[in-house]
């Protein structure tokens, strides 16, 4: 449904100007990504479920597996980065298929994700002018992805896609749904688009217009 209506809707959108966003450091130890730099194909948008830009990284540097993204959004619009965008981690676990870590860029959109009775996971209670009501993957309504974070990506992926030379998928109509990652074309998508089991991103719409525009 959602694809469908915004496809239609900004499918004559001009593509928007580069700009440099700015961009603040909040560096992972040189030991948690892997080093050299790796042609860039793909854009994926993931949410962290959790609290704060640093309470996420601080997690990441707790864990030796090299789990980590360059790129992560605070509630407030605040772009981190968290290592050189060139080199990788991994981010999607798409298993027997390491080549789709290495050629893509992940961004971190911090939100707890999937509501049940107001609540998340964890039971923090998030209010209703913070909650967006999708139906997806088993969820009605989620912890929304704020005007300030939905602005920051406005400006982070057309940069990201004009320094890494990646050009967006002609046809990004319902481009959070699953597709075979041994075919994905290059472009932009979600954590959701390789993986049946994840739940980041959910098609907020304010979100899907804006890959629709690109």
């Not at 949410?47 to 360059?70: L, Y």
């Not at 998340?120 to 139906?135: L, R, S």
């Not at 967006?168 to 472009?187: H, I, M, V």
Request: contains cysteine.
């Amino acid at each position: 449904m959602w694809g469908y209506l915004y496809y239609h809707l900004y499918a004559k959108f001009k593509t928007m100007p580069v700009t440099k966003p700015e961009i603040k450091s909040l560096p992972l130890a040189s030991n948690q990504y892997y080093q050299g730099i790796n042609t860039k194909k793909y854009i994926f948008l993931h949410h962290t479920a959790g609290g704060s830009a640093a309470s996420s990284v601080a997690h990441w540097a707790s864990n030796p597996d090299h789990i980590a993204t360059p790129y992560i959004i605070d509630r407030d619009g605040t772009i981190y980065e968290c290592y050189n965008p060139s080199m990788w981690a991994y981010h999607l676990g798409v298993k027997g298929n390491s080549e789709i870590e290495k050629s893509s860029i992940g961004i971190e959109i911090c939100s707890y994700g999937g509501l049940k009775d107001d609540k998340t996971y964890t039971g923090k209670v998030i209010p209703k002018d913070k909650q967006a009501k999708v139906t997806f993957r088993g969820y009605d309504y989620w912890e929304a992805y704020t005007p300030e974070q939905i602005a920051a990506l406005k400006v982070l992926l057309p940069y990201l896609l004009d320094r890494f030379k990646i050009t967006p998928q002609t046809d990004r109509k319902d481009f959070w749904e699953y597709k075979n990652p041994a075919t994905l074309p290059r472009g932009i998508y979600s954590h959701t688009t390789v993986r049946k089991d994840k739940i980041d991103i959910f098609p907020q719409p304010s979100l899907v217009e804006l890959v629709y525009s690109l």
